[in-house]
């Protein structure tokens, strides 16, 4: 039980701390790409974070292997989806006026 906890904390906390901090910076007038390029390496950093934890609780090479790959395809697709997400957000913020 244990192992699946801190398998998908970093996830969950990908899934939610980049996208708030994006909206954020955006919400403070920071440059969009600044902005993506922020939350994309925020995303690389508790994803690196969660992949040491994993090596570290996982003793199986191939249960290794495949948390990793499953890090790397949710480090890439919510890399995707926060940059979708800004895009967005800033159009609804220069068709508001800010």
């Not at 980049?18 to 994803?47: A, D, E």
């Not at 995707?80 to 957000?89: K, R, V």
Request: charged share 10%.
């Amino acid at each position: 039980m244990v192992l699946i906890i801190v398998f998908f904390t970093p996830i969950v906390a990908a899934m939610i701390l980049t996208p708030v901090y994006g909206i954020t910076r955006l919400k403070k007038s920071v440059g969009l790409i600044t902005t993506i390029i922020q939350t994309t390496l925020l995303n690389m950093l508790i994803f690196i974070i969660g992949s040491i934890s994993h090596f570290h609780f996982e003793k199986d090479g191939i249960g290794q292997a495949i948390g990793w790959g499953i890090y790397a395809g949710c480090f890439i697709i919510f890399s995707i989806i926060n940059a979708i997400i800004l895009i967005f957000y800033r159009k609804k913020l220069r068709n508001k006026g800010f």
